[in-house]
């Protein structure tokens, strides 16, 4: 639902920034004013004197950008919590084997960050820690099953998020 009044909102204010620059191309001149169309030249001045379409489309893609960052956040779906998902689960690793997944983290600040694979005790499963690249958001995490490894799962840790992983071990 949340997502649905976001998208709402941004046809909302794109169709509103779309009149308004339409609607600039469009004016027409009073009985009193004469208009006179100039070229634009080479710093990319408007064709219409005194204004400035350049500034004033950045101006409203700012102004559409803030008020689609506070929608998001008053619904909801913006979050500066860090989020760890998997590319797929249940993890299935035929044993004994080894077997590899992607991590995928949204949110949070996109520094450099340690990713730590922690096993379900007494599982037979071990995991070898890894790393977010700065800036990067997939990180793969590498999981070994010995050969008396039984159905268990791993915990996956960045920061401060945690995400548990199903390992599905076939023999």
Do not use: C, W
Request: hydrophobic share 45%; glycine share 10%; charged share 25%.
């Amino acid at each position: 639902m949340g997502k649905a009044i976001l998208i709402l909102v941004v046809l909302l204010v794109g169709g509103v920034a779309f009149i308004l620059f339409k609607g600039s191309q469009v004016a027409a001149p009073t009985e009193t004013e004469s208009v006179t169309e100039t070229l634009p030249d080479a710093s990319g001045a408007s064709v219409l004197p005194g204004y400035d379409l350049k500034n004033k489309t950045s101006e409203l893609t700012g102004k559409i950008k803030e008020d689609i960052k506070k929608a998001a956040v008053s619904t909801g779906i913006s979050t500066k919590e860090l989020l760890l998902r998997f590319e797929r689960e249940p993890l299935e690793i035929k044993a004994p084997g080894k077997a590899q997944v992607k991590v995928i983290r949204s949110g949070g600040d996109m520094k450099a960050l340690k990713v730590e694979v922690i096993p379900a005790p007494g599982s037979a499963l071990t995991g070898a820690a890894t790393e977010f690249p700065a800036n990067g958001t997939e990180a793969t995490v590498h999981i070994e099953a010995a050969a008396g490894a039984h159905d268990a799962s791993v915990t996956v840790r960045a920061g401060d998020a945690t995400k548990i992983l199903p390992v599905k071990v076939v023999k």
